[in-house]
């Protein structure tokens, strides 16, 4: 059982940066395709970014493109996102997901979910 946990959450001014991360437990985290998604109040989830269980396959979100890039290190189980000239609309609860297939950009292709953290970007 994979269970994902995120950190590096904050607040930061517009134009900052941060880097997400999010930690697996388990030992089979390298077949798991990993994402990050995000959400506010009273929206749905939505996908930010994913990457292969290899590494090898990435993309993103067109409305974080050129601005976000998604990246694991399996020697260690973690999967980071590093958000760069950060938007007011960037605002949001950050989850990491993994799934048996992908990557794909669907929520519902994901197993497992971690707790989620806060990014918030002043203006």
């Known amino acids: 059982q994979v269970q994902l946990v995120e950190s590096g959450g904050g607040l930061v001014q517009a134009g900052g940066s941060l880097r997400l991360s999010c930690a697996a437990s388990?030992?089979?985290?390298?077949?798991?395709?990993m994402a990050w998604f995000r959400q506010t109040p009273g929206k749905d989830r939505e996908f930010v970014a994913t990457?292969?269980?290899?590494?090898?396959?990435?993309f993103c979100a067109d409305y974080v493109k050129g601005r976000f890039t998604i990246s694991r290190d399996n020697a260690k189980n973690t999967v980071y996102l590093q958000m760069d000239s950060l938007k007011p609309e960037d605002t949001a609860v950050y989850y990491c997901?993994?799934?048996?297939?992908?990557?794909?950009?669907?929520?519902?292709?994901?197993?497992?979910w971690g707790q989620g953290t806060q990014v918030t970007v002043s203006s």
């Open positions: 997901a993994g799934g048996i297939r992908g990557p794909l950009s669907t929520a519902s292709n994901y197993i497992k």
């Open positions: 990457i292969s269980g290899s590494g090898a396959t990435a």
């Open positions: 388990g030992r089979t985290f390298s077949i798991y395709a």
